[in-house]
């Protein structure tokens, strides 16, 4: 990628939120889970949102995917405007949401079966992607045998094989335990250098947040709104060196304080 | 022997931090109860056993030798066999029917909540009504052929499956339907590729618990009105007297419905083996 191309895709608004409210009426009173929130999100982007709960993260991304609607605003994804969910917009889901009656492998081919792509095309764009998620061992296998975190990489390359145009991820590591975390961080920033597709991450970790992101949102509850965005200026690859730098330890240490002192 | 293991693992309890090792010391020395099969076995003799001393007692039982006998007998005679087919026939064609139409509705109640509206208020009324209750009502406009007790274990099957089916539906997990439309499936495909697999067990469930209601059913159907069964056969044993073919009929009726519960449940475990059990 030439210099000008970046550029370029730096100015060009993959993904854009304008204005979105949301409201929900909870046992006659009225909450705001999300009033008035604009963001852009750039082609390539690594954007991680962050914030305590009720702050609207998970409502926003819902709204991002089409899985719901919202009260005022409207966000635009290549130009148009999100009306119900589509493979152009992968999720990847807390709970994995894998088919748990299908092996490894035919939860990848899912979407492509659905897209009506040939069998032997489908086999092989499925094993394309099991390999890179490095579950080329286990593809035969139900998931009730794999880890946490092998399920959710089992669940990526399903995303991954619909080749959508953007990733949403909803804390997609929650339930996994502090090192498997670690990992599958670093597992997908490898995913992500390859092709740099477009990825919105929610999480409620920060450490998580600043590892992943060029720039991290974070969010404020009641009602939910952006309340900063913090620019991450460290280079890609990320490794053990990077998450151990005193930069990192600073940019970390600013997104806590706006977290847990907004 | 069996007090030292356990002695040990108290006092490494005691002694050790509260997580990490012993657990596993405790598990490995608790697995030392005898197997299912053998306690099956053995409780099985027991039961004999234990009906035999009644049979003793005077009580007018009939010993296990005499049923064995008179079990004989009737399967020598034929009668065995024909009672046998009669009453499975019976169960059978209701069983089939009940649950060939429970399925459907059970979908359409769980996925359309129309459907749910028009129907729920209809099952849960009969469900109420023994389906034995209808048998003097059937008997009247259905003659006393095979029809009203086919009638009434289709009902009964239907019944117990019906709900089931729907419960199975409403469960399935809404991340899971998502996770479909975000793959670009449609409503069709959600129902084929998620909704049925999803509540598969449900629906085995269902079928179960309708071939157990099938069962209770035919036997209660003969003893009103049939001319064979094993129902029938036990009917005509009480007005002679015949305590040893009465009990050739339970243990008979016992053994089959056994029979048919494990070859469901059989079918139950392979089509579900994806599911994490806890």
Redesign the interface.
């Known amino acids: 990628m030439n210099p000008a191309e970046q550029t370029l895709t730096a100015t060009d608004r993959k993904i854009q939120v304008r204005d979105i409210t949301k409201h929900y009426e909870v046992g006659g009173k009225r909450f705001e889970a999300l009033g008035g929130v604009s963001l852009d999100v750039a082609e390539n982007e690594f954007v991680t949102v962050v914030g305590p709960s009720g702050c609207g993260k998970s409502t926003l991304m819902n709204i991002l995917?089409g899985?719901d609607e919202p009260t005022s605003g409207s966000a635009v994804v290549d130009g148009k405007e999100v009306r119900?969910?589509?493979?152009e917009?992968?999720?990847i889901?807390q709970?994995y949401?894998?088919?748990?009656?299908?092996t490894v492998r035919q939860n990848v081919e899912?979407?492509l079966k659905?897209?009506r792509v040939p069998a032997d095309e489908r086999r092989r764009t499925a094993q394309h992607f099991i390999e890179m998620v490095g579950l080329a061992d286990f593809a035969d296998s139900?998931?009730?045998t794999l880890s946490g975190g092998m399920k959710q990489r089992c669940a990526i390359a399903?995303a991954y094989a619909?080749n959508p145009s953007i990733l949403l991820m909803d804390e997609p590591f929650g339930a996994l335990d502090a090192l498997s975390r670690v990992r599958m961080q670093e597992h997908l920033l490898e995913t992500w250098e390859q092709d740099r597709r477009t990825i919105v991450f929610i999480t409620h970790d920060v450490d998580e947040a600043a590892f992943l992101a060029n720039r991290v949102v974070v969010m404020a509850a009641r009602p939910g709104r952006i309340h900063r965005i913090i620019d991450v200026d460290l280079p890609y690859p990320r490794t053990e060196d990077v998450r151990l730098s005193p930069e990192f330890t600073a940019i970390r240490n600013d997104i806590w304080t706006s977290v847990y002192h907004q | 022997m069996s007090a030292d293991p356990q002695a040990a693992v108290v006092s490494t309890a005691g002694t050790a931090p509260p997580e990490g090792g012993p657990t596993a010391a405790v598990t490995s020395t608790k697995r030392r109860a005898p197997s299912l099969l053998v306690l099956n076995i053995a409780t099985i003799f027991l039961g004999l056993g234990l009906w035999w001393l009644i049979s003793l007692t005077g009580l007018q039982i009939p010993s296990p030798v005499e049923v064995l006998l008179a079990g004989i007998d009737l399967a020598a005679s034929g009668i065995l066999l024909t009672d046998i087919v009669a009453s499975l026939t019976r169960v059978l064609t209701g069983f089939l029917l009940g649950t060939a139409l429970a399925i459907p509705v059970g979908f359409l109640m769980g996925w359309y909540g129309w459907a749910r509206g028009l129907l729920e208020p209809w099952v849960q009324f009969f469900r109420t009504v023994p389906p034995l209750a209808i048998i003097p009502l059937a008997i009247v406009l259905m003659g006393i052929g095979e029809q009203p007790k086919i009638f009434v274990i289709f009902l009964a099957a239907f019944l117990s499956c019906v709900i089931s089916t729907f419960q199975g539906v409403v469960q399935v997990d809404r991340t899971l339907i998502n996770a479909a439309r975000v793959l670009g499936a449609k409503d069709g495909t959600i129902f084929a590729r998620v909704v049925v697999p999803a509540s598969t067990p449900f629906i085995l469930v269902g079928m179960r618990v309708g071939l157990g209601s099938a069962w209770a059913t035919v036997v209660a159907a003969e003893l009103i009105a049939a001319q064979q069964g094993l129902g029938y056969r036990m009917q005509q044993a009480q007005i002679y007297y015949d305590l040893p073919t009465i009990f050739v009929g339970i243990l008979v009726i016992g053994l089959f419905g056994l029979v048919m519960d494990r070859v469901l449940l059989a079918i139950e475990s392979k089509l579900t083996v994806w599911q994490e059990r806890r």
């Not at chain 1, 119900?84 to 493979?87: E, I, K």
């Not at chain 1, 949401?97 to 299908?102: H, S």
């Open positions: 995917g899985l119900g969910p589509s493979p917009r992968g999720i889901f709970q949401a894998l088919f748990p009656w299908l899912f979407g659905t897209a139900l998931p009730k399903r619909m």
